[in-house]
């Protein structure tokens, strides 16, 4: 879904500031009859799924760096990624349209990361939103500890690339199919393998540490997330 630097910050994922008409959750709040003069912001929406959903990795300074460089050397600004439709075709999209259309198909995504993914203060969007766009991975060199742990606790599985490997320096371009092989007991911060097969057809193997951290960690992702986990205990009693 989308090959990001590093720094990457919840305000960068979480939806926050005003809503652009252009932008899917302002089109959104069109067809469904509000005028843009009573579009307000994210943070006045946020009991909204369907905004905010749409406002996940839509921030306007965050870059994407699937998108090719301009002309000048530097990069587009704004949510937006490349869809790959498997055969060989792209096109530029919101990231919300992307992921709906990988979720039509039945494809999961994930996205790749630098150091330091998903710092600043703790927005709970930055993780609902990711589980909400249908992504199932995040691997980054490094995470910030909350955000790391809201992404378990929202059922996406934080992996941390080892050694000096970085999404960079295996040549990834965001065209790649990636499957992600954890050990089937998930053991905390135990190894799992990204098998990436490349447009070419060539694979490769990559170790990766799994960051569930503890082992109530592996409980919640075995079902899902936080929430299914506490609902099937009260089933339970």
Do not use: C
Not at 28 to 34: A, I, K, Q, R, T
Not at 158 to 175: M, N, R, V, Y
């Amino acid at each position: 879904m989308a090959l990001f630097g590093d720094s990457i910050t919840t305000d960068h994922i979480s939806p926050a500031g005003s809503i652009k008409e252009s932008s899917p959750a302002g089109k959104w709040l069109l067809e469904h009859g509000v005028t843009k003069a009573d579009f307000n912001s994210y943070g006045s929406r946020r009991g909204n799924h369907e905004v905010m959903m749409r406002g996940t990795f839509a921030n306007v300074r965050i870059k994407n760096l699937m998108i090719p460089a301009l002309a000048d050397g530097s990069r587009e600004e704004g949510g937006v990624t490349l869809y790959h439709d498997g055969q060989g075709q792209s096109e530029k999209l919101p990231i919300y349209d992307a992921a709906m259309k990988y979720q039509a198909a039945g494809r999961a995504t994930v996205v790749l990361a630098g150091e330091e993914y998903g710092t600043g203060s703790s927005r709970d969007w930055a993780a609902k939103g990711t589980q909400l766009l249908g992504i199932k991975a995040v691997v980054a060199r490094s995470f910030e500890r909350i955000h790391r742990s809201n992404l378990v606790g929202m059922g996406v599985l934080p992996l941390q690339f080892k050694g000096d490997d970085s999404w960079q320096s295996l040549g990834l371009t965001g065209e790649e199919f990636i499957d992600v092989v954890p050990a089937a007991d998930l053991a905390p911060q135990s190894d799992a393998e990204l098998r990436i097969t490349r447009a070419d057809g060539s694979k490769q193997s990559v170790t990766v540490k799994l960051r569930i951290d503890t082992p109530i960690e592996v409980d919640y992702y075995r079902h899902g997330g936080i929430l299914p986990y506490v609902l099937r205990q009260l089933l339970v009693q």
